[in-house]
């Protein structure tokens, strides 16, 4: 629900938004799928991981 504080765990950029508009940027991905995705339950494909890098401008290698 809050920022995307990813960085201290996995390497995933900070950014100012939280999970729900991450998610609407993301094309419609629910808040809890964004979690899961944070804490690797859930695998990020390619097409997530072109969409992230752009949203946070890094690459998309930092996602997969």
Do not use: C
């Not at 390497?11 to 804490?39: A, C, F, Y």
């Not at 997530?48 to 998309?60: Q, R």
């Amino acid at each position: 629900i809050y920022t995307i504080a990813i960085s201290l765990t996995n390497g995933w950029p900070v950014g100012n938004m939280t999970q729900v508009e991450l998610g609407e940027k993301l094309g419609g991905v629910t808040r809890q799928h964004i979690s899961n995705m944070e804490k690797g339950i859930r695998k990020i494909n390619i097409e997530a991981a072109k969409k992230l890098a752009k949203i946070f401008d890094a690459s998309v290698e930092k996602f997969i």
